[in-house]
């Protein structure tokens, strides 16, 4: 039987003017209703997304699962489809969502994401890389630990067709600074649970087993070239993640 239902589309922004316009039109055609949640954008952020009409609000950040659970909030309708600002839907996952809105029949649903990692698409080391993007919010929220947040839906996932498109790192450079920040991010998230390090397995090991997970059992070297600086800044930021939190266990925060 039919069970038709009605879609918000959900968006978190800081200064993804290079983004936002791009994001906010691969969502048109699938939701009813669309709103943008802004930690105070000094870029063209603000403009792009009033010029096309959507619902644009601000909001201190407070962090990435924070402030998605508080966007997740001000939808319109209890079945959100959240993207980051640096992602599209593709053609084949429109169909899927337009799908799963005529006839909704799980608590959430899942996708693919295909990365593109400075002009390259990365289908082995960074691929199938599922996220959970559609779901019932009051089934579910967000959750997981920052920077890495993700949906936790209570109840059934399925898995739908068509990759969600994203574009994180243009450059090999910003990637690289990237990492820096989010080694921090998750570290001090890490240490605020209580998680302790072991100093071989954690900072010596870890990074070892992350790089040769990538590169060699997911394949990551017929991605070629960008395989491998991918594989390996991955490895990296393994690494800082758990010096600083090692460093944090052993002088908390100073």
């Not at 000094?42 to 407070?62: H, S």
């Not at 990692?117 to 920052?146: F, I, V």
Request: hydrophobic share 40%.
């Amino acid at each position: 039987m039919s069970n038709p239902v009605r879609i918000s589309g959900v968006i978190i922004t800081l200064n993804e003017a290079k983004h936002i316009r791009a994001c906010i039109q691969s969502m048109l055609p699938v939701v009813d209703d669309i709103v943008v949640i802004d930690s105070f954008s000094t870029d063209e952020t603000p403009a792009i997304c009033q010029e096309l009409g959507v619902r644009f609000l601000q909001y201190p950040f407070a962090g990435h699962i924070e402030q998605k659970n508080y966007a997740m909030q001000q939808a319109k309708y209890d079945y959100v489809l959240s993207l980051d600002a640096d992602e599209r839907i593709s053609e084949t996952m429109a169909q899927s969502v337009r799908a799963a809105k005529a006839n909704w029949a799980a608590d959430g649903y899942a996708f693919n994401r295909l990365n593109n990692y400075c002009g390259h698409w990365l289908h082995y080391a960074w691929y199938p890389d599922r996220k959970t993007r559609l779901w019932d919010r009051r089934k579910g929220q967000w959750g997981g630990t920052n920077p890495h947040d993700k949906v936790v839906v209570q109840g059934r996932v399925d898995r739908l067709n068509g990759d969600l498109l994203h574009y994180p790192y243009a450059t090999v450079d910003e990637h690289f600074e990237q990492n820096r920040k989010f080694a921090v991010i998750a570290a001090r998230s890490k240490f605020a649970k209580g998680r302790q390090v072991n100093f071989l397995i954690d900072v010596v090991l870890g990074p070892w087993f992350k790089f040769i997970k990538l590169f060699v059992f997911k394949r990551g070297f017929l991605d070629g070239y960008y395989g491998f600086i991918f594989s390996a800044l991955a490895s990296y930021v393994n690494f800082m993640k758990y010096l600083k939190l090692w460093e944090l266990n052993r002088h908390g925060e100073r």
